[in-house]
């Protein structure tokens, strides 16, 4: 049995084992997926485990708050990894770590479906400066974006994205939300019920679309609110999705069975509302 896992701090909401196993399964690969909750001061140590070929794992998913700084444990990154500044994928082969990032690739293509969205000469607001903001700026960019803002608690690690950073605060966001096609969610307001104060929601154009990258739950205050003045909305759950397909097919070589594993999805949400 092939071990994969993913990692980060917390990790017990994660759906990743459902949807990476029912696949697994379905397929008839010789694959295990397994969540390991990882501490930011375990990481070297963990990472020292799996080089020395004792932990019997041959890839793994990375999410919060390891994306950036896993960078420095492994032995190659993507070009597209490198330039984003984190990763989220991980293969270990004859004694190498090489890190991708399928953040960025499966966050478009889950925006193309549901709403055909097109990034190209479109004006953009990024919520948020992790390592998913990251993944998708270098996304929409590389997708012909005509002007990509990204704003920020800490204004700082916004800058470090961009120039074209903006204090998470609502004056200052009332002087863009009229002129953006795309706003997105890639903070962690949303977790739980939580929910942004004072986002000028009225100030969008009805051409807008507000997109959230978290699906637990599925439809967020920030998508429920979007939805009852008319906006088009974008759910998370369709990134995470193919973010998880395109990792499957870098650990297996082979194409998902993406039906099985949005089904997978679906139930474990259902199960665990």
């Not at 948020?128 to 005509?146: F, H, S, V």
């Not at 608690?153 to 953006?180: C, G, H, Q, V």
């Not at 019920?193 to 997109?211: A, D, E």
């Amino acid at each position: 049995m092939t071990l994969i896992a993913i990692i980060g701090d917390p990790i017990a909401h994660s759906l990743s084992p459902a949807m990476q196993n029912a696949v697994f399964r379905k397929m008839n690969l010789p694959y295990l997926y397994l969540p390991i909750r990882v501490t930011p001061g375990e990481l070297p140590s963990f990472i020292k485990r799996i080089k020395n070929d004792r932990s019997g794992i041959t890839g793994f998913n990375v999410t919060i708050p390891h994306k950036e700084k896993v960078m420095k444990c492994l032995d190659w990154i993507s070009p597209e990894a490198r330039a984003i500044g984190a990763v989220n994928t991980v293969i270990f082969k004859k004694g190498r770590l090489m890190g991708y990032n399928t953040d960025g690739r499966g966050y478009l293509r889950s925006l193309q479906e549901k709403t055909h969205f097109t990034p190209r000469r479109k004006r953009i607001l990024i919520l948020g400066a992790g390592g998913a903001a990251r993944a998708i700026l270098y996304a929409l960019k590389n997708a012909g974006a005509k002007k990509i803002y990204v704003s920020n608690r800490t204004l700082r690690r916004a800058t470090k994205l961009t120039r074209d950073s903006i204090p998470l605060k609502a004056k200052e966001l009332e002087k863009i939300f009229p002129s953006i096609d795309l706003l997105i969610n890639a903070t962690s307001i949303g977790l739980k019920g939580t929910r942004f104060k004072n986002l000028p929601l009225s100030l969008l154009s009805k051409r807008v679309i507000v997109s959230d990258l978290i699906y637990r739950p599925l439809m967020t205050p920030l998508l429920r609110d979007a939805k009852r003045r008319g906006f088009k909305i974008h759910p998370g759950l369709g990134m995470l999705l193919y973010q998880g397909a395109e990792s499957f097919r870098l650990w297996t070589g082979k194409k998902p069975d993406l039906a099985v594993m949005r089904k997978a999805l679906l139930d474990a949400l259902e199960r665990n509302q």
